[in-house]
């Protein structure tokens, strides 16, 4: 029998190990990096006693990691039948052999002391990464197993197309550490910290507005009970943000420099999804480059009626919504004066009767189509295939 299938008697024999077995699917190393040091052990002595050319065919694997080595020093072999005992001793005498630092002896027992077991603490944490250009972000709820590891939801969310992509992850404990420890730690879209109550309200936001002519993703159906009940929609961080800084008016500077960082491209542009509003945007420029005389000043023009093509009413509402969200990132990040200001230009294209006059807009306007602007002011024929960037 494979090691595979060994290890699937294994995860119906050891329930608490089960959610890393399995999706390890027979990979020696996988299985190892999510297992805990004592679950480790207990997979390895159960091949011991049920197993042991299997398990002598995974503990070969596991002693070129620290982690293996320190699962085969944990384990007794007085309680293995005599094929396993066998298969013990020679793994540690090839251990040994190496220097790593294992017992000596596998016939004789050391005295045990009862005592109670480990008790883990529950898991219960959320995370929230900022948006990529077109206006999607990840967020990722994370949760205790009953079996002792753990489980991660992500979802992709975006506030025209609903929830885009939906996975769920189970792991021991330590490698969804590791797993959060790489989403939080990521240079542009790190996630931070949020609340689960949050997440929820964003997923439940999120899936009242997927589009009804395309399904959830299969994998949110299994899930959807458990993760929407209870949710309230309106408990989101953006709302939190605003709690919390109710009282706080933005400076013009502030304001300025957010407008900067639409302007480099770290914060926006979230266009439309409609390939066809993009493409008539870029039309009016190059329409603009043939017939001028004056450039700069024809570009200037065409800017700003190509913003009102590409930022209708729904598209200013997104990205208000949007810079709630951002306000959350950047007052959780210590950065309130940019929290502030997210908020305030939020509040303004609410309120502004045309959003596709705001500054905001227009530079958003301006950076999805640098490009070809870029293209266009320089010397030569403007080529009639550029389209905006963002329209991939």
């Known amino acids: 029998m494979s090691l595979a299938q060994r290890l699937e008697e294994a995860a119906s024999a050891l329930p608490r190990e089960a959610d890393a077995i399995r999706p390890a699917n027979g990979d020696a190393l996988t299985l190892l ?15 011991l006693e049920h197993a042991p050319e299997e398990a002598e065919e995974l503990a070969e694997v596991w002693l070129g990691e620290p982690e293996g080595a320190l699962a085969l020093a944990a384990l007794d072999g007085t309680s293995l039948p005599k094929a396993g005992r066998k298969v013990l001793r020679r793994l540690l005498h090839r251990a040994r052999s190496s220097g790593l630092a294992v017992p000596t002896a596998v016939a004789k027992a050391a005295p045990k002391v ?13 995370y929230v990464a900022p948006f990529d250009p077109r206006g999607a972000r990840l967020v990722y709820l994370v949760e205790s197993t009953p079996s002792g590891g753990a489980r991660v939801f992500e979802a992709l969310l975006d506030g025209a197309r609903g929830l885009v992509d939906f996975q769920v992850y189970r792991a021991g404990r330590s490698a969804v550490r590791s797993f959060v420890r790489d989403v939080t730690g990521r240079a542009r879209y790190g996630a931070i910290a949020a609340e689960p109550t949050q997440v929820r309200a964003l997923l439940a936001v999120h899936v009242a507005r997927h589009p009804a002519d395309r399904p959830l993703p299969r994998a949110f159906g299994e899930w959807r009970g458990r993760l929407l009940s209870g949710a309230d929609a309106s408990a989101t961080p953006g709302a939190a943000a605003r709690a919390a800084l109710v009282d706080d008016d933005a400076h013009a500077a502030d304001v300025d420099a957010l407008l900067d960082r639409v302007r480099t491209g770290e914060l926006g542009p979230w266009p439309t999804n409609d390939r066809a509003r993009l493409e008539a945007a870029a039309q009016t420029l190059r329409d603009a480059a043939k017939e001028a005389d004056e450039l700069d000043v024809a570009l200037a023009r065409a800017i700003d009626v190509a913003a009102s093509g590409v930022y209708g009413p729904e598209e200013g509402a997104l990205c208000a919504e949007r810079l709630d969200e951002a306000a959350y990132l950047h007052w959780r990040g210590d950065e309130i004066a940019l929290a502030r200001a997210a908020l305030q230009v939020a509040d303004e294209l609410r ?4 959003t596709s006059t705001h500054a905001f807009v227009r530079l958003a306007t301006e950076r999805l189509l640098a490009p070809l602007l870029e293209e266009l002011r ?12 963002q329209a991939e």
């Open 114 to 126: 009862a005592r109670l077991p480990k008790v883990e603490a529950p898991i219960d944490e959320a």
């Open 351 to 354: 309120s502004a009767t045309d």
């Open 33 to 47: 990096h999510g297992l805990e040091p004592e679950a480790a052990a207990r997979v390895l002595a159960w091949l």
């Open 378 to 389: 320089s010397p030569g024929d403007p080529s009639q295939d550029a389209v905006p960037a």
